[in-house]
């Protein structure tokens, strides 16, 4: 599969694609962070749901940004020849219809939401120093990163305790074998393990135990996660935005990515329930610490 397609600079009139797997909410801020950055190159943007950008009689654009995966499925399953470019889902959501775009001749990268393995673990060794076991309970969609967690944890001198969950199997027996053996959970993005029917449960199985989940999204945080790392909308709407602007001027799009910006959130009540002390600014020091760990040769 390629991910590459040669840059062009556009032509007068033409107008990028903002395509929504619906019409509001994280969709709708991630389209117009891009289209800011879009308009930054002097080029335009136009948003609507993937479904109305398939009217009939639509002349084709330069590029389709494909905003949520409901969006990048139904435009990689249609006629539309576009480069696309998805932001504001998963990994796994992606690699699903990447392969059906190529074969149509169409180049798709995207901006992924997963933060990469080497991020989690940093944070993990700047927030939780003394905790080094950590366990993971991978599922269909978020095996595809064991590799490079397992290579981000050998580097950093960390240790992981990994089951993983096959289909049909029981989540709760690996649940508490995984506990046993970590000093903390990282919850990594899966459907299949954590969703609205498991999260409670696993949330009060560590608790529990005195094993804190480190989360994905704001959302776990609220809920009883300590602590997350994750991008907003707007920061992978406007990195996406900054791709299709260099793009537009000549350069090549880029394979896919994970996101560049990034949030990090506490939960204080959890934290002081499990006797773990945060400084106030700890998460803007966590992020400044990370960003010049990434940013280094």
Avoid at 85 to 114: I, K, N, W
Avoid at 119 to 126: G, K, M, T, V
Avoid at 212 to 231: D, E, H, N, R, T
């Amino acid at each position: 599969m390629t991910y590459t397609w040669c840059g062009r600079a556009a032509a007068a009139g033409e107008t990028v694609w903002l395509a929504l797997s619906d019409g509001g909410g994280p969709y709708a801020e991630a389209a117009e962070a891009a289209r800011r950055e879009i308009q930054r190159g002097g080029a335009s943007a136009e948003i609507a749901t993937w479904q109305q950008f398939l009217a009939p009689g639509r002349a084709p654009p330069p590029l389709v940004i494909a905003i949520g995966s409901g969006a990048y499925a139904g435009l990689a399953e249609s006629d539309l020849r576009a480069p696309l470019l998805a932001t504001l889902l998963p990994r796994a959501a992606f690699e699903r219809h990447a392969e059906r775009a190529g074969r149509q001749g169409r180049t798709a990268t995207a901006v992924y939401l997963d933060q990469p393995p080497a991020r989690l673990l940093d944070l993990l060794r700047l927030t939780l120093p003394e905790r080094r076991r950590i366990g993971v309970l991978y599922g269909p969609e978020s095996r595809q990163w064991a590799p490079a967690l397992r290579q981000a944890s050998a580097e950093r001198g960390v240790t992981l305790a990994v089951a993983e969950m096959a289909a049909g199997a029981g989540l709760f027996p690996l649940l508490q074998d995984l506990i046993d053996g970590s000093d903390m959970l990282l919850a990594m993005p899966d459907p299949h393990v954590f969703n609205s029917l498991t999260v409670q449960n696993i949330l009060t199985a560590t608790y529990r135990r005195r094993i804190p989940l480190i989360g994905f999204s704001p959302a776990y945080v609220k809920a009883g996660a300590l602590l997350a790392v994750y991008s907003t909308p707007s920061q992978v709407g406007a990195q996406a935005g900054e791709i299709a602007r260099a793009w537009l001027a000549g350069r090549p799009l880029p394979a896919p990515q994970s996101p560049r910006e990034f949030s990090i959130g506490v939960n204080g009540d959890v934290a002081r329930s499990l006797g773990i002390a945060f400084a106030p600014d700890a998460t803007e020091k966590w992020i400044e610490q990370l960003r010049l760990k990434e940013r280094a040769p």
